[in-house]
Protein backbone atom coordinates (compact mmCIF):
# COMPACT_ATOMS: atom_id res chain seq x y z
CA UNK A 1 0.00 0.00 0.00
CA UNK A 2 1.05 3.24 -0.84
CA UNK A 3 4.23 4.72 -2.88
CA UNK A 4 6.95 2.64 -3.42
CA UNK A 5 8.84 5.15 -1.90
CA UNK A 6 7.99 4.56 1.68
CA UNK A 7 7.53 1.17 1.26
CA UNK A 8 10.85 0.04 3.10
CA UNK A 9 11.28 0.69 6.30
CA UNK A 10 12.22 4.39 7.34
CA UNK A 11 15.32 2.59 9.69
CA UNK A 12 17.41 1.31 6.94
CA UNK A 13 20.95 1.57 7.40
CA UNK A 14 22.96 4.69 5.68
CA UNK A 15 26.58 4.01 4.25
CA UNK A 16 28.41 5.16 7.14
CA UNK A 17 26.61 2.46 9.05
CA UNK A 18 23.71 4.42 11.58
CA UNK A 19 20.19 4.32 11.45
CA UNK A 20 18.97 7.68 10.48
CA UNK A 21 16.44 8.03 12.09
CA UNK A 22 17.24 6.72 15.31
CA UNK A 23 20.39 9.76 15.37
CA UNK A 24 17.04 12.21 14.11
CA UNK A 25 14.84 10.22 17.63
CA UNK A 26 17.87 11.16 19.30
CA UNK A 27 18.20 14.99 18.63
CA UNK A 28 14.54 14.79 19.45
CA UNK A 29 15.21 14.02 22.56
CA UNK A 30 17.77 16.23 23.24
CA UNK A 31 15.84 19.38 22.74
CA UNK A 32 13.07 18.00 24.80
CA UNK A 33 12.75 19.30 28.31
CA UNK A 34 15.58 18.29 30.96
CA UNK A 35 15.03 15.14 33.06
CA UNK A 36 17.21 13.30 35.85
CA UNK A 37 17.86 10.58 37.62
CA UNK A 38 20.02 10.07 40.63
CA UNK A 39 20.49 6.08 42.33
CA UNK A 40 20.74 6.65 46.23
CA UNK A 41 21.95 3.73 49.05
CA UNK A 42 18.25 3.75 50.27
CA UNK A 43 16.04 4.71 47.06
CA UNK A 44 15.61 6.42 43.84
CA UNK A 45 14.92 9.83 42.67
CA UNK A 46 13.41 10.84 39.27
CA UNK A 47 12.72 14.56 38.59
CA UNK A 48 12.05 17.05 35.22
CA UNK A 49 11.32 20.16 34.15
CA UNK A 50 7.51 21.05 33.86
CA UNK A 51 7.92 24.34 31.44
CA UNK A 52 4.34 24.48 30.59
CA UNK A 53 3.62 26.52 27.26
CA UNK A 54 1.29 29.21 28.57
CA UNK A 55 0.30 30.45 32.09
CA UNK A 56 -3.14 29.48 31.20
CA UNK A 57 -2.23 25.72 31.43
CA UNK A 58 -3.97 24.25 33.85
CA UNK A 59 -0.36 22.57 35.37
CA UNK A 60 -2.43 19.83 37.69
CA UNK A 61 -3.48 18.10 34.86
CA UNK A 62 0.28 17.40 33.16
CA UNK A 63 2.33 14.59 34.96
CA UNK A 64 5.14 13.71 33.31
CA UNK A 65 6.22 11.26 35.71
CA UNK A 66 4.08 7.85 35.75
CA UNK A 67 3.88 5.05 37.66
CA UNK A 68 4.61 1.94 35.99
CA UNK A 69 4.19 -0.56 39.05
CA UNK A 70 3.73 0.13 42.39
CA UNK A 71 7.40 -0.16 42.82
CA UNK A 72 8.25 1.31 39.22
CA UNK A 73 8.07 4.70 38.02
CA UNK A 74 9.55 6.47 35.09
CA UNK A 75 10.40 9.84 33.50
CA UNK A 76 11.39 11.04 29.89
CA UNK A 77 12.53 13.28 27.42
CA UNK A 78 11.34 13.99 24.05
CA UNK A 79 7.99 13.37 22.95
CA UNK A 80 4.91 13.37 25.24
CA UNK A 81 2.44 11.46 23.05
CA UNK A 82 5.19 9.00 22.55
CA UNK A 83 5.62 8.68 26.24
CA UNK A 84 2.39 8.17 26.67
CA UNK A 85 2.13 4.77 24.41
CA UNK A 86 4.65 3.23 26.04
CA UNK A 87 3.85 3.86 29.53
CA UNK A 88 0.45 2.04 28.48
CA UNK A 89 2.53 -0.70 26.77
CA UNK A 90 4.76 -1.28 30.04
CA UNK A 91 2.10 -1.31 32.59
CA UNK A 92 0.60 -4.04 30.39
CA UNK A 93 3.91 -6.19 30.46
CA UNK A 94 4.15 -5.62 33.90
CA UNK A 95 0.15 -6.67 34.66
CA UNK A 96 0.55 -9.79 32.04
CA UNK A 97 3.71 -10.82 33.94
CA UNK A 98 2.13 -10.61 37.41
CA UNK A 99 -1.01 -12.43 35.91
CA UNK A 100 1.52 -15.34 35.20
CA UNK A 101 3.93 -15.65 37.67
CA UNK A 102 1.74 -13.96 40.84
CA UNK A 103 5.34 -11.90 41.50
CA UNK A 104 6.07 -8.28 40.54
CA UNK A 105 7.79 -7.97 38.02
CA UNK A 106 11.64 -7.55 38.23
CA UNK A 107 13.03 -4.03 37.26
CA UNK A 108 15.23 -5.43 34.73
CA UNK A 109 12.71 -7.45 33.31
CA UNK A 110 10.44 -4.37 32.92
CA UNK A 111 13.07 -2.67 31.20
CA UNK A 112 14.17 -5.33 29.16
CA UNK A 113 10.46 -5.81 27.45
CA UNK A 114 10.26 -2.17 27.16
CA UNK A 115 13.25 -1.36 25.20
CA UNK A 116 12.35 -4.54 23.24
CA UNK A 117 8.99 -2.39 22.02
CA UNK A 118 11.27 0.33 21.63
CA UNK A 119 13.52 -1.76 18.88
CA UNK A 120 10.44 -3.52 17.19
CA UNK A 121 10.15 0.05 15.52
CA UNK A 122 13.39 0.40 14.39
CA UNK A 123 12.79 -2.92 12.29
CA UNK A 124 9.78 -2.52 11.39
CA UNK A 125 7.94 -1.47 8.21
CA UNK A 126 6.38 1.81 8.37
CA UNK A 127 6.39 3.23 11.93
CA UNK A 128 9.13 5.56 13.12
CA UNK A 129 11.31 5.40 16.33
CA UNK A 130 9.96 6.80 19.39
CA UNK A 131 11.14 10.47 20.47
CA UNK A 132 11.67 9.16 23.69
CA UNK A 133 15.11 8.51 26.11
CA UNK A 134 13.05 6.94 29.57
CA UNK A 135 14.78 7.18 33.18
CA UNK A 136 13.17 4.34 34.51
CA UNK A 137 13.49 4.10 38.56
CA UNK A 138 12.59 0.81 40.37
CA UNK A 139 13.02 -0.65 44.02
CA UNK A 140 12.95 -4.26 44.20
CA UNK A 141 14.73 -7.42 45.69
CA UNK A 142 17.82 -6.00 44.13
CA UNK A 143 17.73 -3.18 45.30
CA UNK A 144 17.48 0.38 44.21
CA UNK A 145 18.12 0.52 40.03
CA UNK A 146 17.69 3.53 37.66
CA UNK A 147 17.81 2.15 34.07
CA UNK A 148 17.98 4.89 31.08
CA UNK A 149 16.27 3.43 28.04
CA UNK A 150 17.16 5.21 24.26
CA UNK A 151 14.89 5.60 21.13
CA UNK A 152 17.20 2.76 19.66
CA UNK A 153 16.43 0.48 22.09
CA UNK A 154 19.38 0.24 24.24
CA UNK A 155 19.47 0.65 27.70
CA UNK A 156 21.79 1.28 30.50
CA UNK A 157 21.58 0.92 34.16
CA UNK A 158 23.29 4.38 36.05
CA UNK A 159 23.84 5.52 39.13
CA UNK A 160 22.89 9.14 38.20
CA UNK A 161 22.20 10.13 34.69
CA UNK A 162 20.27 13.15 32.81
CA UNK A 163 18.54 13.63 29.52
CA UNK A 164 17.40 16.17 27.19
CA UNK A 165 18.17 20.26 27.04
CA UNK A 166 20.99 20.82 29.27
CA UNK A 167 22.05 17.49 29.33
CA UNK A 168 25.96 17.89 29.15
CA UNK A 169 25.78 20.00 32.11
CA UNK A 170 23.56 18.42 34.48
CA UNK A 171 25.77 15.26 33.90
CA UNK A 172 28.89 17.03 34.31
CA UNK A 173 27.20 18.63 37.97
CA UNK A 174 26.10 15.24 38.43
CA UNK A 175 29.48 13.81 38.94
CA UNK A 176 30.86 16.32 40.79
CA UNK A 177 28.01 16.20 43.27
CA UNK A 178 27.16 12.04 43.21
CA UNK A 179 28.32 9.98 45.91
CA UNK A 180 28.03 5.93 46.85
CA UNK A 181 26.45 6.04 49.92
CA UNK A 182 23.76 8.93 49.40
CA UNK A 183 20.70 8.58 51.18
CA UNK A 184 17.50 9.61 49.46
CA UNK A 185 16.79 13.10 50.63
CA UNK A 186 20.35 13.88 49.84
CA UNK A 187 19.88 12.84 46.21
CA UNK A 188 16.86 14.64 46.21
CA UNK A 189 18.20 18.18 46.73
CA UNK A 190 20.97 17.06 44.65
CA UNK A 191 18.32 16.40 42.19
CA UNK A 192 16.98 20.15 42.82
CA UNK A 193 20.01 22.02 42.64
CA UNK A 194 21.14 20.00 39.60
CA UNK A 195 17.98 21.31 37.72
CA UNK A 196 17.97 24.60 39.38
CA UNK A 197 21.79 24.71 36.98
CA UNK A 198 19.45 25.14 33.96
CA UNK A 199 16.70 26.60 34.75
CA UNK A 200 15.31 29.54 33.25
CA UNK A 201 13.16 31.70 35.45
CA UNK A 202 11.84 30.92 39.38
CA UNK A 203 12.47 27.26 40.16
CA UNK A 204 9.61 26.38 41.97
CA UNK A 205 6.99 23.47 43.17
CA UNK A 206 5.05 23.73 39.77
CA UNK A 207 7.58 24.24 37.93
CA UNK A 208 9.29 21.16 38.39
CA UNK A 209 8.38 17.47 39.07
CA UNK A 210 10.00 14.98 41.45
CA UNK A 211 9.49 11.11 41.93
CA UNK A 212 10.94 9.12 44.72
CA UNK A 213 11.17 5.30 45.69
CA UNK A 214 12.76 4.14 48.69
CA UNK A 215 13.23 1.21 50.80
CA UNK A 216 8.97 0.74 51.40
CA UNK A 217 9.08 -0.19 47.48
CA UNK A 218 6.09 2.65 47.11
CA UNK A 219 6.82 5.10 44.04
CA UNK A 220 5.17 7.98 44.68
CA UNK A 221 4.85 11.98 43.08
CA UNK A 222 6.13 14.43 45.24
CA UNK A 223 3.50 17.07 45.62
CA UNK A 224 4.35 20.84 44.61
CA UNK A 225 3.88 21.43 48.59
CA UNK A 226 6.28 18.62 49.37
CA UNK A 227 9.00 20.18 46.36
CA UNK A 228 8.39 23.55 47.95
CA UNK A 229 9.97 21.81 51.51
CA UNK A 230 12.72 20.34 49.76
CA UNK A 231 13.35 23.78 47.81
CA UNK A 232 13.08 25.61 50.83
CA UNK A 233 15.97 23.14 52.62
CA UNK A 234 17.82 23.79 49.23
CA UNK A 235 18.37 27.39 49.22
CA UNK B 1 -12.48 -46.70 33.86
CA UNK B 2 -11.37 -42.90 34.17
CA UNK B 3 -8.61 -41.14 32.33
CA UNK B 4 -6.41 -40.45 35.47
CA UNK B 5 -6.61 -44.31 36.43
CA UNK B 6 -5.03 -45.64 32.98
CA UNK B 7 -1.53 -45.49 34.20
CA UNK B 8 -2.00 -45.58 38.06
CA UNK B 9 -0.18 -43.28 40.41
CA UNK B 10 0.59 -42.27 44.28
CA UNK B 11 2.16 -39.17 45.01
CA UNK B 12 2.42 -37.61 48.46
CA UNK B 13 4.41 -34.43 49.26
CA UNK B 14 4.54 -33.40 53.44
CA UNK B 15 6.22 -30.35 55.43
CA UNK B 16 8.79 -31.32 58.18
CA UNK B 17 11.10 -28.42 60.26
CA UNK B 18 12.89 -26.22 57.61
CA UNK B 19 12.71 -29.66 55.04
CA UNK B 20 9.88 -31.34 53.15
CA UNK B 21 9.30 -34.60 51.82
CA UNK B 22 8.01 -36.04 48.27
CA UNK B 23 7.33 -39.25 47.95
CA UNK B 24 6.05 -41.32 44.63
CA UNK B 25 5.52 -44.86 43.90
CA UNK B 26 7.29 -46.79 40.78
CA UNK B 27 4.74 -48.37 38.68
CA UNK B 28 3.60 -47.79 35.54
CA UNK B 29 0.50 -49.28 33.75
CA UNK B 30 -1.55 -50.00 31.22
CA UNK B 31 -5.08 -50.51 32.85
CA UNK B 32 -4.52 -53.63 34.46
CA UNK B 33 -1.18 -54.74 33.11
CA UNK B 34 2.19 -53.72 34.59
CA UNK B 35 4.58 -52.41 31.96
CA UNK B 36 7.31 -50.70 34.34
CA UNK B 37 8.15 -50.84 37.86
CA UNK B 38 10.96 -48.05 37.51
CA UNK B 39 9.04 -44.82 36.44
CA UNK B 40 9.87 -41.61 37.21
CA UNK B 41 7.37 -39.37 38.60
CA UNK B 42 9.01 -36.42 40.29
CA UNK B 43 11.17 -33.82 38.36
CA UNK B 44 13.65 -31.66 40.12
CA UNK B 45 13.40 -28.24 38.40
CA UNK B 46 16.49 -27.10 40.80
CA UNK B 47 18.22 -27.94 44.08
CA UNK B 48 14.52 -26.33 45.98
CA UNK B 49 12.21 -27.32 43.71
CA UNK B 50 10.40 -30.74 43.18
CA UNK B 51 7.44 -31.60 41.50
CA UNK B 52 5.57 -34.93 41.15
CA UNK B 53 2.97 -35.22 38.23
CA UNK B 54 0.19 -38.24 38.80
CA UNK B 55 -2.51 -39.30 36.10
CA UNK B 56 -2.28 -40.15 32.57
CA UNK B 57 1.55 -40.95 32.16
CA UNK B 58 1.88 -39.35 28.52
CA UNK B 59 0.23 -35.54 29.73
CA UNK B 60 2.69 -36.07 32.77
CA UNK B 61 5.50 -36.00 30.55
CA UNK B 62 4.80 -33.75 28.25
CA UNK B 63 3.39 -30.99 30.87
CA UNK B 64 7.15 -31.95 32.55
CA UNK B 65 8.85 -30.84 29.07
CA UNK B 66 6.46 -27.57 28.84
CA UNK B 67 7.71 -26.72 32.37
CA UNK B 68 11.25 -27.37 31.96
CA UNK B 69 11.18 -24.99 28.96
CA UNK B 70 9.69 -22.60 30.83
CA UNK B 71 11.91 -22.71 33.65
CA UNK B 72 15.16 -22.87 32.14
CA UNK B 73 14.27 -19.71 29.86
CA UNK B 74 13.25 -18.06 33.36
CA UNK B 75 16.58 -18.87 34.47
CA UNK B 76 18.31 -17.68 31.56
CA UNK B 77 16.40 -14.35 31.53
CA UNK B 78 16.38 -13.20 35.18
CA UNK B 79 19.26 -14.87 36.15
CA UNK B 80 17.68 -16.74 39.29
CA UNK B 81 15.77 -19.72 40.15
CA UNK B 82 12.19 -19.39 40.26
CA UNK B 83 10.68 -19.18 43.74
CA UNK B 84 8.43 -22.62 44.44
CA UNK B 85 5.08 -20.32 44.94
CA UNK B 86 6.01 -18.46 41.61
CA UNK B 87 6.72 -21.83 39.83
CA UNK B 88 2.92 -23.10 41.38
CA UNK B 89 1.52 -20.24 39.86
CA UNK B 90 3.17 -20.70 36.64
CA UNK B 91 1.60 -24.75 36.56
CA UNK B 92 -1.75 -22.80 37.31
CA UNK B 93 -1.62 -20.63 34.31
CA UNK B 94 -0.26 -23.28 31.98
CA UNK B 95 -3.07 -25.94 33.13
CA UNK B 96 -5.85 -23.23 32.82
CA UNK B 97 -4.54 -22.34 29.56
CA UNK B 98 -6.22 -25.97 28.22
CA UNK B 99 -9.34 -25.12 30.17
CA UNK B 100 -11.48 -27.10 27.54
CA UNK B 101 -8.96 -29.92 26.60
CA UNK B 102 -7.45 -30.65 29.89
CA UNK B 103 -3.96 -32.44 31.04
CA UNK B 104 -5.20 -35.21 32.54
CA UNK B 105 -2.53 -34.66 35.39
CA UNK B 106 -2.43 -33.78 39.26
CA UNK B 107 0.66 -31.84 39.78
CA UNK B 108 2.38 -31.83 43.24
CA UNK B 109 4.38 -29.43 44.09
CA UNK B 110 7.35 -29.18 47.00
CA UNK B 111 10.13 -26.58 47.65
CA UNK B 112 12.20 -24.64 49.80
CA UNK B 113 11.31 -20.48 49.92
CA UNK B 114 14.33 -18.55 50.55
CA UNK B 115 14.03 -18.49 54.08
CA UNK B 116 14.17 -22.16 53.77
CA UNK B 117 10.09 -21.94 54.66
CA UNK B 118 9.00 -25.42 53.32
CA UNK B 119 6.32 -24.91 50.45
CA UNK B 120 4.07 -27.61 48.96
CA UNK B 121 1.15 -27.31 47.29
CA UNK B 122 -1.09 -28.98 44.60
CA UNK B 123 -3.92 -28.28 41.88
CA UNK B 124 -6.26 -30.39 39.79
CA UNK B 125 -6.40 -30.88 36.37
CA UNK B 126 -7.10 -27.34 35.47
CA UNK B 127 -5.49 -25.30 37.83
CA UNK B 128 -7.05 -24.81 40.66
CA UNK B 129 -4.41 -24.85 43.50
CA UNK B 130 -4.54 -26.04 46.64
CA UNK B 131 -1.76 -25.05 49.51
CA UNK B 132 -1.73 -27.02 52.65
CA UNK B 133 0.77 -26.16 56.04
CA UNK B 134 1.27 -29.91 56.60
CA UNK B 135 0.61 -32.65 53.73
CA UNK B 136 -0.61 -32.99 49.53
CA UNK B 137 -1.55 -35.90 47.97
CA UNK B 138 -2.28 -37.39 44.57
CA UNK B 139 -3.21 -40.20 42.22
CA UNK B 140 -5.12 -43.74 42.64
CA UNK B 141 -4.68 -44.44 45.99
CA UNK B 142 -5.23 -40.45 46.87
CA UNK B 143 -8.16 -41.54 49.38
CA UNK B 144 -5.96 -43.96 51.23
CA UNK B 145 -3.00 -41.58 50.97
CA UNK B 146 -5.19 -39.10 52.45
CA UNK B 147 -6.86 -41.33 55.45
CA UNK B 148 -2.75 -42.52 56.38
CA UNK B 149 -1.42 -39.48 56.17
CA UNK B 150 -3.45 -37.78 58.60
CA UNK B 151 -3.14 -40.50 60.98
CA UNK B 152 0.82 -40.32 61.39
CA UNK B 153 1.27 -36.06 60.60
CA UNK B 154 3.17 -34.20 63.43
CA UNK B 155 4.02 -30.72 62.92
CA UNK B 156 7.93 -29.75 62.69
CA UNK B 157 9.61 -33.77 62.04
CA UNK B 158 13.27 -33.52 61.90
CA UNK B 159 14.14 -35.08 58.06
CA UNK B 160 15.03 -38.79 59.32
CA UNK B 161 11.59 -38.92 61.16
CA UNK B 162 9.68 -37.24 58.17
CA UNK B 163 11.24 -39.78 56.11
CA UNK B 164 9.98 -42.96 58.06
CA UNK B 165 6.62 -41.04 58.30
CA UNK B 166 6.20 -40.72 54.22
CA UNK B 167 7.42 -43.57 53.75
CA UNK B 168 4.85 -45.83 55.94
CA UNK B 169 1.91 -43.64 54.87
CA UNK B 170 3.43 -44.29 50.96
CA UNK B 171 3.57 -47.89 51.27
CA UNK B 172 0.85 -48.94 52.95
CA UNK B 173 -1.49 -46.62 51.31
CA UNK B 174 -0.63 -48.15 47.71
CA UNK B 175 -0.70 -51.60 49.48
CA UNK B 176 -4.84 -50.91 49.01
CA UNK B 177 -4.58 -49.75 45.60
CA UNK B 178 -3.88 -52.47 43.03
CA UNK B 179 -2.79 -49.46 40.18
CA UNK B 180 -0.29 -47.97 42.10
CA UNK B 181 2.84 -49.59 44.46
CA UNK B 182 5.69 -51.65 43.09
CA UNK B 183 8.12 -49.93 45.63
CA UNK B 184 8.46 -45.98 46.44
CA UNK B 185 10.81 -43.48 45.68
CA UNK B 186 11.42 -40.66 47.96
CA UNK B 187 13.04 -37.24 48.08
CA UNK B 188 13.79 -35.70 51.92
CA UNK B 189 15.03 -31.95 50.96
CA UNK B 190 17.02 -29.68 53.44
CA UNK B 191 18.26 -26.07 53.16
CA UNK B 192 22.21 -27.94 52.35
CA UNK B 193 21.62 -31.46 51.26
CA UNK B 194 18.52 -33.90 48.94
CA UNK B 195 18.95 -37.64 50.44
CA UNK B 196 17.42 -39.85 47.43
CA UNK B 197 15.54 -43.25 48.22
CA UNK B 198 14.12 -46.08 46.97
CA UNK B 199 11.95 -48.24 49.06
CA UNK B 200 10.90 -51.90 48.96
CA UNK B 201 7.53 -52.33 49.71
CA UNK B 202 5.24 -55.26 48.55
CA UNK B 203 6.35 -55.75 45.05
CA UNK B 204 2.75 -56.15 43.06
Keep these: ?235 | MSIFEYNGSALIAMVGKNCFAIASDRRLGVQLQTIATDFQRIYKFHDRLFMGLSGLATDAQTLYQRLVFRHKLYQLREERDMKPETFASLVSALLYEKRFGPYFCQPVIAGLSDENKPFICTMDSIGAKELAKDFVVAGTASESLYGACEAVFKPDMEPEELFETVSQALLSSVDRDCLSGWGGHIYVVTPTEIKERILKGRMD
Excluded at chain 1, 29 to 34: E, K
Excluded at chain 1, 60 to 88: A, E
Design chain 1, 1 to 235: MGDSQYSFSLTTFSPSGKLVQIEHALTAVGSGQTSLGIKAANGVVIATEKKLPSILVDETSVQKIQILTPNIGVVYSGMGPDFRVLVRKSRKQAEQYHRLYKEPIPVTQLVRETAAVMQEFTQSGGVRPFGVSLLVAGYDDKGPQLYQVDPSGSYFSWKASAMGKNVSNAKTFLEKRYTDDMELDDAVHTAILTLKEGFEGQISGKNIEIGIIGADKKFRVLTSAEIDDYLAEVE
